[in-house]
């Protein structure tokens, strides 16, 4: 996949699913990837004044499951 294919899904199906089962206020949680820091994802996220908020990555206080694996 890349950024324009990421961001097709964005717009065609992100929107309205997150508005159909969570509701209008929603934060959309990212991994690091390259499509997903790209100017034309970015674009759409600010276009749309969707909450990204900023993730350290591999952050093991944002990891659930990790105490019960450990």
């Not at 964005?10 to 997903?36: C, M, T, W, Y």
Request: no cysteine.
């Amino acid at each position: 996949m890349n950024s324009e294919v990421f961001t097709n899904i964005l717009s065609a199906q992100v929107q309205a699913n997150a508005s159909k089962f969570i509701g209008r206020r929603f934060i959309l949680q990212q991994v690091d990837e390259p499509k997903h820091a790209a100017k034309a994802a970015k674009e759409v996220f600010r276009a749309k004044r969707w909450t990204i908020p900023d993730w350290p990555s591999q952050s093991p206080d944002l990891n659930p499951t990790e105490p019960f694996i450990s």
